[in-house]
């Protein structure tokens, strides 16, 4: 179905303002219609989510409405606005219990897909877990010993690794990988 230029593209039919600055998210351009009207993006798909293989040991449930700039679903709950593999994972496991400092507990995607809703591929881990599994997964024990004993400038570990500086930074000041 094409949608005349000026209209939602969710199909409701209804005009939309012009947008007066650039969105990369939204995919808008300033002084151009908005490609929908506030709420309506997430009307695109009759269904909530997709089973599909990604490579995990069993298929991902990929969300196809509202999704923040990371990739991860959003979705209304309860009036709010929440994490969609959130809403999943307490709908058939129970809720995630209330964490402090410094061991915050976050929803681990065992899959490594942050669009996937399957409450089977989430576990319940610490925040420091998490970040090791995710964007520090390419450091071990033995390298973050490496890190904190070399002279070499942050940069060039981070390179010679393939991790962001910041990782280098928080192994070597202990903020990470505290247990090494």
Not at 104 to 132: F, G, I, K, M, Y
């Amino acid at each position: 179905m094409d949608i005349p230029f000026g209209f939602c593209h969710c199909g409701c039919g209804n005009k939309t303002s012009i947008i007066d600055r650039h969105d990369t998210k939204l995919k808008a351009v300033k002084g151009q219609p908005r490609p929908y009207l506030k709420g309506h993006a997430s009307r695109i798909s009759p269904v909530d989510y997709v089973v599909e293989d990604r490579g995990y040991e069993t298929p991902c449930w990929i969300w196809q409405r509202g999704t923040e700039k990371h990739g991860y679903g959003r979705m209304k709950h309860n009036g709010r606005q929440c994490s969609s593999h959130r809403v999943y994972y307490e709908r058939v496991k129970g809720p995630v219990p209330k964490s402090e400092a410094p061991l915050w507990l976050v929803l681990d995607h065992l899959c490594r897909v942050p669009s996937c809703v399957n409450p089977d591929h989430l576990e319940l881990v610490t925040q420091a877990v998490n970040r090791r599994r995710g964007v520090q997964k390419s450091l071990t024990a033995e390298i973050v010993r490496e890190i904190r004993e070399s002279p070499e400038t942050q940069a060039s570990l981070a390179l010679r690794f393939g991790v962001a500086q910041s990782c280098i930074s928080e192994a070597r000041r202990g903020v990470s990988w505290k247990d090494v």
